[in-house]
Structures are given as structure tokens and as C-alpha cells.
T-cell receptor, first 117, second 115 residues
């Protein structure tokens, strides 16, 4: 069965600090997809990135970067020069190749990031 | 990505009543899902809404409690029946354009409080 672990329940940083959110996953499939979502206080879930298991290249998008390492089953997310608007709950999620008619997302428990001014 | 709206955005309901939540997408989508997020918790999949047939429910969720409809490729409803305070949660619908490998995009959620 698939599982996603986000060991950091809450992180608090001061604005302009860099912060890394950890994500460790478990799966028996060789083909799978990893995601990060952001949930600001308003409640909607905002898609940030999708990665497939065959693409281990790290990705950078502005102040965001992701480090995918299959050897350690990790998909960590770094925010550089954090801002107050980055304050949110961040979820890591895993999706395996569906055996039935639909793909399921398994979410981690989330990390509450608070960026202080 | 598709624009997803949910109605109502929030509601406060009395124990024993039912609430129907609507999810509307601005384009046709292949897959629609309903999730529950209890206070301070992660998201749990309730069911996959299948167009023209009965929804596929996850373990722990039953049709009598959470009836779902999906009459077409852009619309779905979730009803929370015979509510109790334990049903107080955020309910989110999500959509994807394909069954395989596609990203799920989420609606803004419905915050439900049951007194």
C-alpha cells in the first residue's frame, strides 16, 4: 500500500529565510507520481508540481525548488527567501498507476508553514 | 487548468439534517472526486463520481450517508445525510482530465459546521 509521510507538523521561519519541507513516500510500484499542493488559510488546494517516477531531475520555479531522490524515497520542497504569503499548509501526495478505473491520490498529513514578518 | 466552483462555500447546519454540495467545472472533465478534510487533518477520498453510473466509494464511506450524483461531464453533487457534529469538515471536489497520471485540480471547498 502506498504511504506518504510528512514528519514536520509545523515549521516557523522569519521572512527571507530558506525553508525545506520534507516528504518521504512508500510504494511498491515502479511507475508513480508525486505532487505538492499548497492550502492557504482560505482553504482551497493549489497545485504546485507533479513529478513522475522516471524523472529525477530537480526542478526550480521562481523561489520554489524540488529535490526528488528515488534512492531515499524523498521528494522535498524548498522555498527560498520565504515571504509571509507563503504561510500555508503544504501537502505532499502520491499517485500510483491505477489498476481500476481511477487514479487515487494519497496525501501526507501536511506541514503547516508560518512565515513571520 | 479547469475553473472549479463549489456551492455553498460554507454552511452551518443542525444535527440530523442533510446538505447538498455542488461542484461545477467550466469544461468537460473525465474524472471527478470528492474528498473530506476534517479539522486539522489531511484529505481523505470519499468517492469517485462516475458520469451516468453509481459512484465508487472508498472504504469507510457509504452511499446512504454520502449520496453522489454526476449527471454530466461538468457537474457533480455530494450530499451529507443525517449530519452529526463529526461531519464538520471541509468537503472538496477535484477533477482531472484523464484517468491515468493526470493532475487533480481542486475546488475552493465547502466548510461545513454541524451543531
Amino acid at each position: 500500500a502506498q504511504k506518504v509521510t510528512q514528519a514536520q507538523t509545523e515549521i516557523s521561519v522569519v521572512e527571507k529565510e530558506d525553508v525545506t519541507l520534507d516528504c518521504v513516500y512508500e510504494t511498491r510500484d515502479t511507475t508513480y507520481y508525486l505532487f505538492w499542493y499548497k492550502q492557504p488559510p482560505s482553504g482551497e488546494l493549489v497545485f504546485l508540481i507533479r513529478r513522475n517516477s522516471f524523472d529525477e531531475q530537480n526542478e526550480i520555479s521562481g523561489r520554489y525548488s524540488w529535490n526528488f531522490q528515488k534512492s531515499t524515497s524523498s521528494f522535498n520542497f524548498t522555498i527560498t527567501a520565504s515571504q509571509v504569503v507563503d504561510s500555508a499548509v503544504y501537502f505532499c501526495a502520491l499517485s500510483e498507476e491505477p489498476s481500476g478505473s481511477a487514479r487515487q491520490l494519497t496525501f501526507g498529513s501536511g506541514t503547516q508553514l508560518t512565515v513571520l514578518p | 487548468s479547469a475553473v472549479i466552483s463549489q456551492k455553498p462555500s460554507r454552511d452551518i447546519c443542525q444535527r440530523g439534517t442533510s446538505l447538498t454540495i455542488q461542484c461545477q467545472v467550466d469544461s468537460q472533465v473525465t474524472m471527478m472526486f470528492w474528498y473530506r478534510q476534517q479539522p486539522g487533518q489531511s484529505l481523505t477520498l470519499i468517492a469517485t463520481a462516475n458520469q451516468g453510473s453509481e459512484a465508487t466509494y472508498e472504504s469507510g464511506f457509504v452511499i446512504d450517508k454520502f449520496p453522489i450524483s454526476r449527471p454530466n461531464l461538468t457537474f457533480s453533487t455530494l450530499t451529507v445525510s443525517n449530519m452529526s457534529p463529526e461531519d464538520s469538515s471541509i468537503y472538496l471536489c477535484s477533477v482531472s482530465q484523464g484517468a491515468r497520471a493526470d493532475t487533480q485540480y481542486f475546488g475552493p471547498g465547502t466548510r461545513l459546521t454541524v451543531l
